[in-house]
């Protein structure tokens, strides 16, 4: 589904990360776990299309399609959906309207037709429920005023929305609570199938408990410099960062 | 410059759509301003000698005035000899019916989307349609009439009802107010009256149609509505011109009486040519707009929306006199590129338990100023004066401008006067989050700005909330930064 080869991406002609590589199969779930400053976030960046991720070297395809060449809106119509880290407020916009433009977007891309204000209406119904969001969440406007936990169970429910192939979970659980962490893992779970894939980025193990993941990946320095299962992310957390560290440094 | 911008400059550029020129034959008067050329205005109009006074007076008052500084623009000297003040689409004499109007001048209206022709009675709008000086055509006078209301040019008024014109022409908006109202007093060459009778709820929406055609012309037209007491109606105004390099000057007045009871709802789109990217040419746009709420309980309503236009300097007014009167003030104001806008309103409160309300939404883009200037002013005996006011600047890049001058004078410790200010900045992380779930850039402004807006565009009439949402969307197109 996903396949990166040799990516290596600057910001501001810093080089973040330098030389990553990853395949993706349908059905899985990837852990990329790291300390800060890693390059795990800049990852996110470039495989959603973010300007200020230039990248340097390197190719991503996605569902057999050159995902570099794809601008951002066309590589989320594609079905590759990002939950920010920081969900951005949009003060007058409401969530109705913003779903249905997103929706009906990815409709067209998909060469459908627009789905009518009731259809419409009964899919958020469905959806809201998966992913167990208060109801007047969705009147409002997008992400304003929202708290923290409100902000990212409004990302679960926009992905439950879109019913993406690839979801590229950037931090979802910084700044939850255990029971905003529970609920936001479950929507997750729901909505995980054997024909789309997820990449949870996470700096904890916590997370980990809820959403188990095939794979862990840990990025240092913007290489990829250890992958193993769900182990690692033990592993991790008992020791720290720091003797992978003292790995790469010895290796 | 970011991929983001790149795309939204290049949109941004997007053709006013409005910009061709018609080619017809007019009959113009030579440039330049001087008590012979208000003669012959008043002369080509036919017009009786008491309105002949009434131009030479202000125009005697106009010699003696100075164009006012005081509002943030940068105005450039304007030379009031090099302009012609009166064009005419040449015509054959009076009209009788649509099959006599030119058919070059029916294009151009068709193209502007007015619905001159009579198949669109069903959409239930009457239109007067006012090219360069003259109006041209005012449609479902007869249907209108029945209830006695008149809704004619107002030539014709000056014409067939000349005590009304007599009584309320410069009542509102005296020809001394100002400098652009003397010399509109002075040199207007047309415009709507509209008169609704005691009780009469105007059954469909009366709508007036402003075109600059002609080169080096200057358009300045008068709107005279006069709703007596209980009545209704709901007034439409829109404007359009081509695109030419030279600047071109607009002037109008428009007065508007609410007598008890009456309720007078005035939209304005305003998208006269704003100029090119780089400020060459565009439409002056110095416009008087007042109304008065003269009996109790009556009520005057504005809903503006201006994208056109290079310079803007426009503060529909009301003055409320009639005790437990409304009024209401909704505007959204767009400037790009070049653009510069002063608007805002006066809220006068004289009468006791008065009511206003003022929502204005500016948004700037581009490398234009956009300023909100308003006045609301409670004298001595308004007692339980209310007042609400919220002044929103949305900004778009950071080459842009947004100013807030609210005025406030109170003399009445009853009153109660509330002003709310924000301004916010359309943010590239909003539009990459909007890009991320599929929405592209030009979408996403547009869902941001009518989401803005949409307080404003929810007080226009359907048809014309349509229009505007779309206009705004092509307005700022490609403007973020």
């Not at chain 1, 255990?178 to 609920?183: G, Q």
């Not at chain 2, 005035?266 to 400020?279: A, E, L, R």
Request: aromatic residues 8%; proline residues 3%; contains cysteine.
């Amino acid at each position: 589904m996903l396949s990166i080869k040799n990516l290596k991406v600057s910001i501001e002609d810093k080089e973040i990360l330098k030389g990553i590589n990853l395949e993706i199969k349908p059905g899985e779930i990837h852990a990329i776990m790291g300390p800060n400053g890693s390059g795990k976030s800049t990852l996110a960046a470039a495989l959603s299309g973010r300007d200020y991720a230039s990248v340097t070297g390197g190719s991503i395809t996605f569902l057999g399609n050159d995902l570099l060449e794809m601008s951002p809106e066309d590589r989320a119509r594609a079905g590759l959906f990002l939950g920010f880290q920081y969900p951005v407020e949009i003060p007058g916009v409401s969530m109705v309207n913003f779903m249905r433009s997103a929706v009906n977007e990815k409709r067209k891309y998909q060469k459908l037709e627009p789905l009518s204000s009731s259809d419409f209406l009964k899919l958020m119904r469905e959806k809201k429920e998966v992913v167990e969001i208060d109801s007047n969440l969705t009147n409002r406007s997008v992400n304003e005023g929202f708290s923290g936990g409100e902000k990212k169970k409004n990302e679960i429910f926009q992905m439950a929305m879109l019913e993406p192939k690839l979801a590229i979970l950037d931090e979802t659980d910084s700044g939850l609570d255990i029971d905003a962490l529970r609920v936001v893992a479950n929507g997750v779970n729901k909505l995980h199938s054997p024909e789309n894939a997820t990449i949870v980025i996470t700096h904890y193990q916590r997370l980990l408990d809820y959403i188990v993941p095939d794979f862990v990946h840990v990025l240092y320095q913007g290489r990829i410099v250890k992958s193993g299962d769900k182990t690692l992310a033990y592993e991790l957390e008992e020791k720290g960062y720091d003797w992978i560290k003292e790995e790469v440094i010895a290796g | 410059m970011s991929e983001n911008n790149k795309i939204l400059n290049e949109l941004t550029q997007s053709d006013y759509k409005y910009g061709f020129v018609t080619d017809i034959e007019t009959e113009s008067i030579p440039k330049g301003l001087s008590e012979e050329v208000v003669a012959i205005i008043s002369a080509k109009k036919n017009e009786p000698e008491w309105m002949l006074e009434f131009r030479l007076k202000a125009f005697r008052h106009w010699q003696k005035m100075t164009m006012p500084k005081w509002a943030h623009l940068e105005l450039p000297e304007i030379n009031y000899q090099d302009i012609i003040y009166y064009s005419a689409p040449k015509q054959s004499a009076k009209l009788n019916s649509l099959d006599e109007v030119d058919p070059e001048l029916l294009d151009t209206f068709n193209k502007l989307g007015i619905p001159l022709e009579e198949q669109k009675a069903l959409a239930g709008v009457a239109v007067d349609a006012v090219m360069d000086s003259v109006s041209v055509k005012t449609t479902f006078k007869e249907t209108l009439a029945e209830k006695g209301i008149i809704f004619c040019s107002f030539s014709e008024a000056v014409q067939n009802h000349p005590d009304l014109i007599k009584k309320y022409m410069g009542s509102v908006v005296p020809y001394t107010d100002n400098y652009f109202a003397a010399l509109n007093s002075a040199v207007f060459s047309d415009g709507s009256f509209c008169y609704i009778p005691k009780g009469i709820r105007c059954p469909m929406e009366l709508s007036t149609y402003f075109r600059i055609n002609a080169a080096n012309t200057g358009q300045f037209e008068r709107t005279l509505i006069v709703a007596e007491e209980g009545s209704y109606v709901s007034y439409l105004e829109g404007c359009t011109a081509p695109q030419r390099d030279e600047n071109q000057l607009h002037a109008a007045i428009v007065e508007i009486v609410a007598m008890d009871h009456a309720q007078v709802k005035y939209s304005t789109v305003q998208n006269w040519y704003p100029g090119d990217k780089n400020g060459i040419g565009g439409i002056y746009n110095f416009v008087t707009k007042r109304g008065i709420c003269k009996g109790d309980f009556s009520k005057i309503s504005w809903t503006q929306v201006e994208t056109g236009s290079a310079i803007t300097w426009k503060y529909p007014s009301c003055i409320l006199r009639g005790n437990n009167s409304i009024a209401e003030f909704y505007s959204v104001a767009v400037t790009n590129n070049h653009q510069q806008a002063d608007t805002g309103t006066k809220m006068i409160h004289i009468g006791k338990n008065t009511k206003s309300t003022i929502i204005s939404k500016g948004i700037s883009a581009g490398f234009s100023e956009n300023s909100y200037r308003g006045l609301v002013k409670v004298m001595k005996g308004a007692e339980n004066a209310r007042n609400y006011s919220q002044c929103d600047s949305l900004l778009l890049g950071d080459k842009c401008g947004a100013h807030t001058w609210p005025y406030i004078e109170v003399d009445n410790k009853t009153a109660i006067v509330e002003h709310e200010a924000t301004t916010s900045k359309i943010g590239e992380d909003q539009i990459f989050y909007c890009n991320q779930r599929g929405i592209d850039t030009e979408t996403a402004i547009s869902l941001i700005v009518n989401g803005y807006a949409k307080e404003v565009l929810n007080k226009l009439p359907m048809e014309f909330a349509v229009e505007a949402q779309k206009l705004l969307a092509i307005t700022l197109e490609g403007s973020v930064g």
